[in-house]
């Protein structure tokens, strides 16, 4: 007999979760349902607080790293297991959702709130995370404190980690309150589940409540620059032209239809470009973008990445332009772990969840913690696939479900005393 059929009709409590979620909206309120709360920020901490609140009220001790980011344990009965943890961010976009990262984080502590309920003792510790400064908005990099966390930003890298205005995130942490004492990578564990609405439409288009996330997509950044002429714009010929901002233009449409032919996983984007003069008069001698490119597959990546620079290169020569690419950004895609992936499909069957299995598109802390401990994702659908946007929204029954979900597998992994 397995967990699930041993405790398949333990469900969580879907009111208080919801409730939780609009208490914490409550914190960094903006208009059309929207919140902001930017790392480090007066908001964040009192979201932060708030969330202790909730934590210590259900018997969790709390440890926060020089990072920032919140460790909730619940003990367990044998001491000498490392922890199976879940969670997510708390901080937001600058005209965020009440659900990308919170839920993640909220659905955890349900979990432990719903082992509380019935009284139930796992054998491994269970913890709840809050990863600081995912989103990296008014300090970068985003995935900040999962990324020192695993080695990938030094303490020298976190102390120099400024905000546009200069002002520091060590300094800003430790004034808020929230920089702990624990040194990167000191919260052992010995698995890591992130709950997350998809951000996306996949979910919602197929009507399924649960997507079991086996992966995150590879990307990469390439800047690039295109040198024209500038030149008066009533003086100069078309024939004559060097016009960096339309060659540009080319680009960017060529771009878009090599993303399509690399079929239905490829994602392409331009989302900053910026010219070297903005006179509606004159010719611009000099456009700059950013290429985002996305793949699961790494090799197929590379392949994307490197059509994409010919067709640049191609298109700046028959324009007579100049162009410069660089790599800016490298991430290699990631696997989760097929143990965590197994738990949470044997979860969302056993529970009669309609599920598939997802890849994501964007990046999250899970990828980060993925290279130190066995890590899976669990999507829940988010209404017309907005995110990033005070639209944002996650149904109820549909936080449940994943929750239910998180629940079930997290206590496959952590095991239950006295059986």
């Known amino acids: 007999m397995n967990i699930h059929q041993q405790h398949g009709n333990l469900r969580i409590n879907a009111e208080r979760l919801w409730s939780r979620h609009m208490e914490m909206a409550m914190i960094g309120a903006i208009a059309g349902d929207g919140n902001c709360r930017?790392?480090?920020?007066?908001?964040d901490a009192e979201a932060r607080t708030l969330f202790a609140t909730w934590c210590h009220s259900a018997g969790l001790s709390l440890q926060v790293?020089?990072?920032?980011?919140m460790f909730a344990l619940r003990p367990g009965s044998d001491p000498t297991l490392p922890p199976i943890a879940a969670g997510s961010h708390l901080d937001t976009q600058p005209h965020g959702g009440r659900f990308d990262g919170i839920s993640g984080v909220l659905a955890a502590l349900e979990v432990v709130?719903?082992?509380?309920?019935?009284g139930i003792e796992t054998k491994a510790p269970i913890a709840v995370i809050n990863w600081t400064n995912e989103e990296g908005v008014r300090f970068g990099p985003g995935l900040m404190g999962s990324s020192w966390f695993v080695g990938n930003i030094t303490d020298d890298g976190l102390a120099a980690i400024r905000d546009s205005e200069g002002a520091s995130f060590v300094e800003e942490a430790t004034a808020r309150g929230w920089r702990g004492p624990q040194a990167a990578g000191a919260f052992p564990m010995g698995a890591f589940f992130e709950l997350h609405i998809e951000q996306g439409p996949q979910l919602e288009a197929l009507g399924h409540q649960v997507g079991i996330v086996t992966s995150v997509q590879g990307l990469k950044?390439?800047?690039?620059?295109?040198?024209?002429?500038?030149?008066?714009a009533g003086t100069t010929p078309l024939h004559h032209r060097h016009d960096a901002l339309l060659t540009a233009a080319r680009m960017?449409?060529?771009l878009n239809e090599t993303g399509r032919a690399f079929g239905p996983d490829a994602r392409v984007s331009v989302g900053r470009l910026t010219t070297g003069t903005d006179g509606p008069s004159t010719i611009v001698g000099d456009a700059r973008f950013v290429i985002d490119l996305r793949h699961p597959d790494a090799a197929v990546l590379d392949d994307l990445v490197a059509k994409s620079?010919?067709?640049?290169?191609a298109i700046a020569a028959e324009d007579g332009c100049g162009i410069t690419l660089s790599e800016r950004i490298s991430i290699a895609p990631k696997q989760f772990d097929q143990g965590c992936i197994d738990a949470l499909a044997l979860a969302a069957r056993d529970l009669g969840f309609s599920h598939s299995e997802i890849a994501s598109g964007a990046l999250h802390d899970a990828s980060n913690i993925a290279d130190l401990t066995p890590t899976a994702m669990i999507f829940v659908p988010c209404r017309d696939g907005i995110s990033h946007n005070v639209r944002e929204y996650a149904s109820r029954e549909d936080l449940a479900a994943g929750t239910s979900v998180l629940l079930q597998a997290m206590l496959a992994k952590a095991g239950v005393t006295g059986t």
């Open 221 to 232: 950044w390439l800047d690039v620059e295109v040198t024209g002429v500038d030149g008066h």
């Open 113 to 118: 709130e719903t082992l509380n309920d019935a």
């Open 309 to 313: 620079e010919a067709i640049c290169r």
């Open 252 to 254: 960017l449409v060529a």
């Open 38 to 43: 930017l790392a480090m920020s007066a908001e």
């Open 65 to 69: 790293d020089a990072a920032g980011n």
